[in-house]
């Protein structure tokens, strides 16, 4: 499916050792959910998303206590962080002074000219990147902090997608103007349609490396619908370098589920594909059960299937597979206290019920 996604041409950048932009695979991101000043705790969450193939992470920084954690927390980590800074200036110096492999700064409430060139000063000297990284609902402090290089916007709404692209240029252009390109922007909206907007305009006026996600997009269930739609639409654009899907709970999900999207727009690497019945009144197996451990062994580390293209049936009955999961390269349709292998539709044997997912899996792995 990739080679029928033409990618947008934007400049590359580089967080620590990942490219994005420049044509560079589309990398996930999330961001932790411990108090940064815990070392300990932040650390580990880092080390169980890096295990979960996270290749880029951002932390908090609300206080300078947390970014003089920084430095600490690099030493123990494998990925490279990019700190979030809203309000002090002084919060991004210092986490470029930890060592901060990228700074994400909000316009809408770090608007200070003097500021802003203490930070590209810096941030040009260790040859980091600053991502502009707007939200619908911080504009009006930008609007308001800006009298400057106001774009003279009072005649709109100010949290119209419109505006938050204008004040997304007029800032990068600042930075430009400092002789600073290492830029990436994200123009994130809780709502899918005026992100989806925002990105689409953003893409026709600059080369700038976009870091992808909706905003504030709810629980699990919420943020995998608007997540799925608005990153899923703009990555079959085009337009796309990064992602972070953004979960009110585990960033342990962001990941899954960031990996997930890429995956089924074809951008992703490419694991095993269940294809899998919705079940009904047929089904005399667990099918769900079934579904849900063979999602798992994919997932884990420990079973370590190497990317894969394989489409892997899970069938509840003979009218559900083989016969409508010819496509899949091996699968089961389940009977009675048994199950079908079927491999491209043609049935090999039969399984005893209890050994289903273990003669599944170990089939799937000698393929």
């Known amino acids: 499916m990739e080679k029928f996604i033409t990618r947008r041409k934007t400049r590359p950048v580089f967080i620590g050792p990942v490219q994005v932009g420049g044509g560079a695979p589309v990398s996930v991101q999330s961001m932790t959910k411990t108090p ?3 070392i300990k705790a932040t650390v580990q969450q880092i080390r169980e998303l890096e295990e979960l193939g996270c290749q880029i992470i951002r932390i908090a920084i609300p206080r300078l206590s947390a970014a003089r954690a920084l430095g600490e927390i690099k030493k123990q980590v494998h990925i490279p962080i990019e700190t979030d800074i809203h309000f002090n200036p002084n919060l991004a ?4 002074a930890q060592g901060a492999d990228a700074v994400r700064l909000n316009p809408g409430n770090i608007t200070n000219q003097e500021a802003l060139k203490e930070i590209v000063k810096q941030a040009r000297a260790k040859k980091i990147p600053i ?3 707007l939200n619908s609902g911080s504009i009006g402090g930008y609007l308001k902090q800006n009298k400057k290089f106001s ?3 009072k005649s709109e709404k100010w949290t119209g997608w419109k505006t938050m692209v204008k004040c997304a240029l007029e800032y990068c252009h600042f930075l430009e103007s400092l002789k600073f390109r290492d830029i990436m922007v994200s123009l994130k909206a809780s709502d899918v349609i005026s992100t989806v907007n925002a990105y689409r305009l953003m893409a026709d006026q600059s080369d700038y490396p ?4 909706v905003t504030a997009a709810g629980p699990l269930m919420d943020s995998t619908v608007k997540s799925a739609i608005g990153i899923g639409t703009l ?4 337009i ?3 992602i972070r899907v953004s979960i009110t709970g585990s960033p342990h999900d962001e990941v899954r589920l960031g990996y997930q999207i890429l995956e089924a727009v074809g951008l992703g690497k490419k694991g095993p594909e269940i294809i899998a019945c919705p079940t009904c009144a047929r089904c005399e197996v667990d099918i769900v059960k079934i579904t849900e451990q063979i999602k798992s062994a994919f997932t884990n580390p420990a079973f370590a299937i190497p990317n894969s293209p394989l489409k892997v049936a899970i069938m509840g009955c003979v009218v559900n597979g083989p016969g409508e999961a010819t496509e899949a390269d091996i699968g089961i349709a389940a009977g009675r206290g048994f199950a079908w292998l079927f491999k491209k539709g043609r049935k090999i044997r039969k399984i005893a019920e209890d050994r289903i997912v273990t003669e599944l899996l170990k089939e799937i792995k000698s393929m």
């Open 36 to 38: 940064t000043e815990d």
């Open 93 to 96: 110096l210092e986490s470029i």
């Open 131 to 133: 991502r502009v990284g």
């Open 151 to 153: 774009l003279k916007m």
């Open 210 to 213: 976009f870091h992808l996600g």
């Open 235 to 238: 990555l079959m654009e085009g």
């Open 240 to 242: 796309g370098d990064t």
